[in-house]
């Protein structure tokens, strides 16, 4: 069986990549910006307890999704 981790970066690149695209979708006061901004610098940072539960809750979600896709059966489109 296959298993799949995401180390610490991973997670920390994976999560600034949501962030810093809601950043740029979303119209927000300058000074809440920059209070996103220190979160993810600050809570957030590499090796921080923060990031390490986000890792945590990632895999168990990784892990979560991988097994209800191996119960599903394999449906094609010619199949009903």
């Given at each position: 069986m ?8 991973e997670?920390?690149e ?12 979303i ?6 910006r ?10 957030m940072k590499?090796?921080g ?6 890792q945590e ?6 892990a979560?999704l991988?097994?209800s896709?191996?119960r599903r059966p394999?449906?094609?489109g010619?199949?009903?």
């Amino acid at each position: 069986m296959v298993k799949i981790a995401l180390e610490t970066d991973e997670c920390w690149e994976l999560m600034s990549c949501v962030f810093n695209r809601l950043l740029d979708e979303i119209e927000i006061d300058k000074s809440d910006r920059a209070k996103m901004r220190r979160w993810k610098s600050g809570d957030m940072k590499a090796g921080g307890d923060e990031l390490r539960a986000l890792q945590e809750k990632m895999n168990e979600d990784l892990a979560k999704l991988w097994q209800s896709r191996l119960r599903r059966p394999i449906k094609r489109g010619d199949q009903r």
